[in-house]
């Protein structure tokens, strides 16, 4: 069976970063196995600008931006096998793929980075009534058909769900001649990015409708029309607001959820909120060597935040490797206890990644990134060491469109010899 | 006197901004918290451009389609004229990124490159 230090699964924006960084690090042995026929991920079809700000301080386009980390990878003689499903890991690091030219083989890691990235929602999570007819995409979908296949899917289009993809394919599709009606979202507030909205929607005179939803789809063969309803407080469809919409095409944009079946089968702890890997500070998961980051962690609306989770993800793994190594040199075999602390997710905050920290291991300056449950206007986001407060930043407006992260310091957490919880929560005053 | 209602993209705050007008004069700008929304709204109302992207065919390539840009932002009411510029535009491989697929797109001076290679 051959063997790699560290094998990374997907090569997209996540497993190119956290490779470039492994190899930065000092590791040598990589391997990066991807499904598609090229690297580069989902950004290969995001060919609207707007990507890299952070990273490149230029405005890119996704494949520009995917580019830049495939010359790197191939700069730094990273090795990686395309046309390859990876169909299985098992606990103790044996990774089962398949191509045409190698068939069925097995490869030994030293370490792992889950770096799959996330699938969109389909319809069949959505209970709208009627037939399935022709016509409906998701919008990811949509994209992937008028981007790289150069196909329009419809002609005149409804789209629900105000996600960022949603946004993005109402602008594309009126540009390819297509007439999009009205954008329906069934929460208050946009799951989108403002510049997307003015953008993408009010450049082009395109209505959004809060707090909407799709309640009727007519046609038996292809898509006919559609009806659209208010709904109140509890999402449920007002009577009497109803609106028809004629159309043949009904985009969905309803958000995305990681893709883990790979490491729910190898054992990895799963979170309820984000249905990505638990992680510590390292990006680890709860199997000692196993690392995720990227999408399949936890939906990003940002690619600059994946390149630099995953190039933290790619250091510690090859720290990771390299510990593991002078362990045996040694004669110990297991990890260096240290102590973990968790982080409660309270008021309004809804989850945080990671979500528990070892003092002993984390960087000096950690990022905690995580995401609201709503709309908050000029509130704190606080951080709290047991009962005292260390952080408390004014945040004119915050929304669950919009990753939020606060920087917890070392040696702060240092100075807490028996902290028992790290709390992060919004607070009003 | 006219007005234009806009909201500010320069940061996550979205603030709804009120520009006023005397013709092409701009007489006051309110709503904004901060002077990068005065200085977007001002741009917005005598000059408002955008980077267009969009996709062109591709013979010989691993890919059927490759995706192209503005290099520059052009005029907003020129989006179509370039997009429609664009149409029947067929490319040969090998195509690299930054590769001017087409110059001075709809006379704005500003040429369409390449975004990906093929
Ligand atoms: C349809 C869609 C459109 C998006 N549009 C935007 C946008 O416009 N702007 C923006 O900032 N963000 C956008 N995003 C978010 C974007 O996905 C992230 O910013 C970024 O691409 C995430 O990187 P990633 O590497 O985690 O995931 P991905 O880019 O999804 O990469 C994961 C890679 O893993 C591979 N893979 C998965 N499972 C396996 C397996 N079993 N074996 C081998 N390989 C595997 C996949 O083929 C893929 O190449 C979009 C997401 C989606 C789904
Ligand atoms: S005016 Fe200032 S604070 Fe308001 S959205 Fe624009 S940049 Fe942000």
Known sequence: ?429 | MGKRELICIGCPMGCPVTVEMEGDEIVSVSGNTCPRGDAYARKEVTNPTRIVTSTVKVEGGLVEMISVKTKEDIPKDKIFDCVRALKGVTVKAPVHIGDVILADVAGTGVDVVATRNA
């Open chain 1, 1 to 429: 069976m051959k063997t790699y230090d560290i094998v990374i699964i997907g090569g997209g924006p996540a497993g190119l970063s956290a490779a470039v960084s492994a190899k930065k690090s000092g590791t040598d042995s990589i391997l990066i196995l991807e499904r598609d026929k090229e690297l580069g991920g989902i950004l290969n079809q995001c060919i609207h600008n707007g990507f890299g700000l952070h990273t490149f301080k230029e405005e890119l386009t996704g494949p520009e931006y995917a580019g830049r980390f495939i010359e790197q990878v191939q700069e730094l003689q990273i090795e990686y096998k395309l046309h390859t499903m990876v169909m299985d890991i098992s606990s103790d690091k044996v990774v089962t793929a398949m191509n045409s030219t190698d068939g069925l083989f097995e490869i030994r890691a030293g370490a792992v980075i889950l770096a799959m990235g996330c699938r969109e929602r389909s319809r069949g999570a959505l209970n709208i009534p009627g037939y399935r007819p022709a016509g409906i995409f998701s919008a990811g979908t949509a994209q992937r058909l008028v981007n790289m296949e150069g196909y329009l899917p419809g002609r005149k289009v409804v789209i629900l769900g105000s996600g960022d993809i949603g946004l993005i394919m109402a602008r594309r599709m009126t540009l390819e001649g297509a007439q999009v009606q009205v954008v329906a979202e069934l929460m208050p507030y946009s799951g989108g990015l403002k510049r997307n909205i003015v953008q993408c929607l009010d450049d082009y005179g395109i209505p959004l409708k809060l707090s909407h939803t799709v309640v009727e789809i007519r046609g038996k063969e292809r898509v006919e029309g559609i009806t659209l309803a208010q709904v109140d407080e509890k999402g449920r469809p007002v009577a009497g607001t109803e609106e028809e919409y004629e159309c043949d095409t009904l985009l969905l944009s309803v958000g995305l959820i990681p893709e883990n079946e790979l490491s729910g089968g190898m054992g990895v702890e799963l979170s309820r909120v984000t249905s990505g890997p638990v992680v510590n500070e390292s990006l680890e998961t709860n199997i000692e060597g196993v690392f995720a980051c990227g999408n399949v962690l936890h939906v990003h609306d940002l690619v600059d935040f994946v390149s630099e989770e995953a190039a933290a993800a790619g250091r510690n793994a090859a720290r990771y490797v390299q510990e593991a190594g002078s362990r045996k040199a040694q004669g110990t075999d297991k990890e260096a206890a240290g102590r973990t602390v968790e982080i409660c997710a309270v008021d309004g905050v809804r989850y945080t990644v990671p979500s528990r920290i070892n003092t002993e291991r984390m960087e000096d300056i950690q990022t905690v990134r995580f995401r609201v449950g709503g709309v908050y206007k000029n509130c704190f986001v606080s951080v709290y060491l047991d009962e005292e407060r260390i952080l408390h930043r004014k945040r004119p407006v915050m929304a669950p469109g919009e990753m939020e992260e606060v920087k917890l310091k070392r040696e702060e957490l240092l100075r807490h010899p028996d902290l028992k919880a790290i709390t992060v929560k919004v607070e009003e005053v």
